[in-house]
């Protein structure tokens, strides 16, 4: 059974940084493109940065030249580097992916469940 798994969530200043985690664990065959989303309260859920398996990179318009997204794909691992961080931040971080499980698969979307981030003013 596959399972991303965040981290890195937690408090900060306005101005401040955090680096959130999402491991995959499980029977991989392929990993397709990455993602990172964002939730707050009363809002919709909202795409912040996502991750071809090549590598290209695609950004909301609010966090271009402040966060930055990667991956690691020997270790099924996505990151995501948030610096200056603004109080408009604040929400909950969810990892999501595409994943092939088997060669014959067709791919298929994983969520995480999700993990805090608060930035204080």
């Known amino acids: 059974q596959v399972q991303l798994v965040e981290s890195g969530g937690g408090f900060v200043q306005a101005g401040g940084s955090l680096r959130l985690s999402c491991a995959a664990s499980?029977?991989?065959?392929?990993?397709?493109?990455m993602a990172w989303y964002r939730q707050a309260p009363g809002n919709l859920r909202e795409l912040v940065a996502s991750v071809t398996n090549s590598g290209r990179t695609t950004y909301a318009n609010s966090v271009k030249g402040r966060f930055t997204i990667s991956r690691d794909n020997a270790k099924n691992t996505l990151y995501l580097q948030m610096n200056s961080l603004k109080p408009e931040d604040t929400a909950v971080y969810y990892c999501?992916?595409?994943?092939?499980?088997?060669?014959?698969?067709?791919?298929?979307?994983?969520w995480g469940q999700g993990t805090q981030v608060t930035v204080s003013s």
């Open positions: 999501a992916a595409g994943f092939v499980l088997r060669d014959y698969d067709i791919p298929n979307d994983y």
């Open positions: 499980g029977s991989i065959f392929r990993a397709n493109a």
